[in-house]
């Protein structure tokens, strides 16, 4: 498996807004896509928020990322963000779920 995250650092009276849109825009369209396994948005502290994708392979991260979804957002985010997001790339080596 092959996960990319991404830290957001908002505005805190623009949080609740950045969120709700991150989940309309960013969700909806990753079920969809060849690979996905699952899209995680963690918050700390009423400004942060973390997004974790997992995909099959990295090819079907970058496959979701040439629909231009993130370069969207940015755009809807500009005046909301305290910085720019830091994006990373994780390799799965080790997975556990409830049965």
């Known amino acids: 498996m092959y996960t990319a995250v991404m830290e957001y650092h908002f505005k805190k009276e623009s ?17 969809e896509q060849p690979g996905f396994v699952r899209m995680q948005f963690m918050i700390r502290d009423g400004e942060y928020a973390l997004a974790i994708g997992t995909w099959e392979k990295q090819e079907d991260a970058q496959n979701f990322m040439k629909t231009g979804i993130f370069k969207d957002l940015l755009e809807k985010f500009a005046d909301i963000l ?18």
């Open 15 to 31: 949080f609740v807004d950045a969120c709700e849109t991150w989940n309309n825009e960013v969700i909806k369209l990753a079920k």
């Open 82 to 99: 305290v910085e720019t997001p830091t994006p990373a790339i994780w390799d799965t080596i080790y997975y556990a779920e409830a049965e």
